[in-house]
T-cell receptor, first 114, second 114 residues
């Protein structure tokens, strides 16, 4: 199993540009999450999904959109990028049907908006 | 508001000495408690968790954590530190009925000196 994969690893955007961060998991997990990690801060939840076709806002959803058309994929869309969106983005997943409870993380995407 | 506190931004320990990374939380009910580790330029990796039962839980890489309900703490420990333990450590809490969302501490940088 590859686990949780994210692309790209790095990206530089100009203000006002748009992009999609890709996230795929091959563990058949039903729950998926997008976080951002700012320097010296913990993780902030942007959006999450409890299954295909179902998404909900987290703590910091403004400026982002998500979709979940399949169990495996959970892309994060940035529209009209702003410098405040410079951060490291992590995708994670978990299986609510198992007792393990822990979240599995991708390697992250480092985004710079200038 | 529910929160997780990691009171130390950085902990410095000599190799071979015991280490403790502190975590306290303010969450109602009986939460699930987690520790994750993040090595430079990597995603987060699960270390250990407390769900119920014995207050001392053992995890990966020789780490353990002690749950103290009266003090609402979940401190991470290791009897003998290795230089390779140097990393960023995050405490996270899942409140009951939280839709599997986690509340994250800000992280503690652990530096082990030879």
């Amino acid at each position: 199993n590859a686990g949780v994969t994210q692309t790209p690893k790095f990206r530089i955007l100009k203000i006002g540009q748009s992009m999609t961060l890709q996230c795929t998991q091959d563990m058949n997990h039903n729950y998926m999450y997008w976080y951002r990690q700012d320097p010296g801060m913990g993780l902030k939840l942007i959006y999450y999904s409890v299954g295909a076709g179902i998404t909900d806002k987290g703590e910091v959803p403004n400026g982002y959109n998500v979709s979940r058309s399949t169990t495996e994929d959970f892309p994060l869309r940035l529209e009209l990028a702003a410098p405040s969106q410079t951060s490291v983005y992590f995708c994670a997943s978990t299986d609510s049907g198992r007792a393990s409870h822990e979240q599995y993380f991708g390697p992250g995407t480092r985004l710079t908006v200038t | 508001a529910q929160s997780v506190a990691q009171p130390e931004d950085q902990v410095n320990v000599a190799e071979g000495n015991p280490l403790t990374v502190k975590c306290t939380y303010s969450v109602s009910g009986n939460p699930y408690l987690f520790w994750y580790v993040q090595y430079p330029n990597r995603g987060l990796q699960f270390l250990l968790k407390y769900i119920t039962g014995d207050n001392l839980v053992k995890g990966s890489y020789g780490f353990e954590a002690e749950f103290n309900k009266s003090q609402t703490s979940f401190h991470l420990k290791k009897p003998s530190a290795l230089v390779s333990d140097s990393a960023l450590y995050f405490c996270a809490v899942r409140p009951p009925d939280s839709n599997y969302q986690l509340i994250w501490g800000a992280g503690t940088k652990l530096i082990i000196k030879p």
